[in-house]
């Protein structure tokens, strides 16, 4: 009976808790490391829905397991990674508000003119600048995104104004708009962080990119395409979309197309995912895509149309006899008068105003073109692209460029892996090796392997592959027009952060691309968010906020700036302004003269008028000794006139007073001897 117990140890056969291990089987996950190999799945892991049905006989679909995979590396990395992220990335938040109070950079233009100078005039009335592009001729820019963009912020500055007159001011006129586009660029942040799997390697990367600091403080209609360009690839790669979603996806198309219509060569590779994603499918959603895309395009397209329309005066509407404007919806008077005029309301003029037609046929224009200035059409890709985003640029696009070559090399029947040998096997070529007693033969069985192994790569990055398509492909289409500027390639920033941050923070860097990254963007941000034109905006704001006695009017010539934003001196149409704006641009020292003697001349001009000439320490300084100095902006660079790196004290923008009866002197005759000004004449 004794033996019979002993024969009941099972127990040792019941150890097959060792044959449990197949947790080390289950470590496929360690097999998907063949991705290294490629270069490119060692980036962010995005996952759709086509490539998750692979795994639609396990419990577990394809994305958790990239999230395990995720959260091995966080948990190797230490749990100070996270916390430690967290007080790095707060740090870069600190850096972006305090540059939105002090980054006065001034890159274009278009940072004001594309938005809050005209948007401000229609809230407050101010007399304003309005450039060509709004033009009610042929109006190449939507009123729709610059009423979101800058409208919102600053009607909440007229709803305040009602409390408070006294809020209303060149300070609150320039942080408002810059507020809500810190609140705004948080929608970048989000998707980084999303898409890259909660990394915070990517939110290192985007927040720390002078790009993004620069965004905030100019409101360009670049700014608002990044941003539109972030969401729509959050969009495209979303699971479990509906009617409801293609819908909001179309609309999101439209906006994008009517902000700026160069917003269809990013988008076009992300479109072209969704139908390939439909195709791979064993029951296509075509009915939803199609219906949805179509409904939510067409919808929005006529909102947008018919906004323009009524903004630019295609269509023109009548209530009680006057003139209806957009901004008479957000006033009660308008609500109490219609509804007993609804009898007098009429259209008087009907045509649509489609501004993406419009800005498509200026720019198909050479001529148009050119009066913006002329590039090589290798601008965008040897100096934009590298300027904006330096290391970056490398570290995101050439492990595609590699792939490219690679698979190329296979299609002429090279070995993956090896090196390929110019003019050695031509295009032509079969693949070799062709006949069975080759000794070479083995290797094409490895050869065959490694190509799987990228098939499957192939498969598993379609998504970073798309992403990467999108910057080609608005690089490429944007490389055929002669006029490229460096903002064009600003909704470039997320597809890039996505595909290249693991090559500066994670760990596929090393402390050499960090460095270099850091370097790269502390000069950029020096030269371009605090130099460049830099105390064209606070002298303004100084100018603007001096007091000024009733009757009195101040002329301010800006001589060899960029175009005032003349929406922060608040200038409200009457007789005799409180002040009055000349731009002379880059106009010589005669040009100057005239412009004094007109105003000097002029019948509404008094002997208690003030007259201040803003300039840069380094434009015809001799002519202007004779001036004294009256405010003196320091962090002022100026390509135009640019000052010699070794004098620091010609990095200003000087503020000189004017005063009728002295003669501006010429450079041959003048002395270098400038006077000065009592404190009380000084602008604090």
Not at 174 to 185: G, Q
Not at 311 to 316: L, P, R, V
Not at 645 to 651: C, I
Not at 667 to 672: C, E, G, V
Request: proline fraction near 7%; hydrophobic fraction near 40%; charge should be positive.
């Amino acid at each position: 009976m004794k033996g019979p117990v002993k024969a009941s140890q099972p127990k040792p056969t019941t150890q097959p808790k060792p044959t449990t291990q197949p947790k080390p089987t289950t470590q496929p996950k360690p097999t998907t490391q063949p991705k290294p190999t490629s270069q490119l799945t060692s980036q962010p892991k995005f996952t759709s829905p086509a490539n998750a049905a692979p795994s639609s006989s396990s419990k577990t679909p394809l994305p958790s397991m990239s999230d395990v995979s995720e959260k091995k590396k966080t948990d190797t990395s230490g749990e100070s990674s996270s916390s430690g992220g967290g007080v790095l990335y707060v740090g870069l938040i600190v850096l972006r508000f305090l540059l939105v109070l002090f980054g006065f950079g001034y890159i274009h233009p278009d940072a004001y003119f594309q938005s809050s100078e005209v948007v401000a005039s229609d809230v407050f009335g101010f007399e304003v600048v309005r450039t060509w592009e709004f033009d009610p001729a042929l109006p190449c820019r939507t009123m729709f995104t610059p009423a979101i963009i800058s409208g919102i912020p600053l009607l909440i500055l007229k709803g305040l104004s009602y409390f408070s007159s006294n809020i209303v001011n060149p300070y609150t006129l320039l942080y408002f708009p810059r507020f809500f586009l810190f609140l705004c660029s948080f929608v970048l942040d989000t998707v980084v962080w999303q898409m890259s799997g909660n990394d915070w390697d990517a939110l290192y990367t985007l927040g720390s990119s002078w790009v993004l600091f620069a965004m905030i403080n100019n409101s360009f209609s670049n700014t608002t395409e990044t941003m539109i360009l972030a969401i729509t690839l959050w969009w495209t790669f979303r699971k479990n979309k509906s009617w409801s979603t293609y819908g909001l996806y179309g609309a999101l198309i439209s906006v994008g197309i009517f902000n700026r219509f160069t917003f269809i060569f990013y988008v076009l590779p992300l479109v072209i995912f969704l139908f390939y994603e439909e195709t791979k499918k064993e029951k296509g959603d075509w009915t939803n895509l199609l219906t949805g895309l179509l409904s939510g395009f067409t919808t929005m397209s006529m909102i947008i149309v018919l906004v323009d329309s009524v903004y630019f005066g295609s269509i023109t509407i009548l209530v009680a006899g006057k003139p209806f404007r957009w901004l008479d919806l957000l006033c009660p008077s308008f609500w109490v008068n219609l509804f007993p005029n609804l009898s007098n309301v009429t259209i008087t003029s009907f045509s649509w105003t489609i501004t993406p037609v419009n800005s498509i046929s200026y720019n198909s224009k050479l001529d148009n073109l050119s009066a913006h200035g002329n590039h090589l059409r290798i601008t965008h890709l040897l100096w934009n692209l590298p300027l904006l985003f330096g290391p970056l640029a490398w570290v995101g696009l050439a492990p595609y460029y590699m792939w490219l070559d690679e698979q190329l090399g296979v299609l002429i029947g090279q070995v993956p892996g090896t090196k390929r040998k110019a003019n050695v096997i031509p295009l032509t070529a079969k693949k070799l090796p062709k006949s069975r007693n080759d000794t070479t033969q083995a290797p094409t069985t490895m050869d065959k392997q490694t190509k799987a192994v990228k098939l499957q790569d192939y498969k598993f990055s379609l998504q970073k592959f798309t992403i990467a398509a999108s910057i080609v492909s608005g690089i490429a289409f944007l490389s055929i027009a002669p006029h490229q500027e460096m903002r064009f390639l600003y909704p470039i920033l997320v597809p890039l952060v996505l595909l290249g941050y693991k090559g500066i923070f994670g760990n596929e860097g090393n402390v050499w691309w960090k460095s270099g990254w850091f370097t790269f963007n502390v000069i950029l941000l020096v030269f371009m968010v605090l130099l460049h034109q830099g105390g064209v905006v606070p002298s303004i704001l100084k100018i603007a906020s001096t007091p000024v006695e009733p009757g009195n009017t101040v002329h301010v010539i800006f001589y060899h700036t960029y175009m005032p934003p003349q929406y922060l001196f608040g200038i409200q149409t009457a007789n005799k302004p409180k002040f009055s704006i000349h731009d002379l641009k880059g106009g010589d020292i005669a040009e100057l003269r005239r412009t004094l003697l007109r105003i000097t001349d002029g019948n509404t001009y008094k002997e208690s008028d003030t007259i201040y000439i803003v300039t840069p320490a380094t434009a015809d300084l001799e002519t202007l000794s004779s001036l004294p100095i009256v405010r003196k902006q320091w962090l002022h660079y100026t390509s135009e006139d640019a000052p010699e790196w070794s004098e620091l004290n010609k990095f200003a923008l000087n503020v000189y007073k004017y005063t009728p009866g002295i003669t501006l002197t010429s450079p041959t005759t003048s002395t270098t001897t400038t006077q000065t000004v009592s404190k009380d004449q000084y602008i604090e």
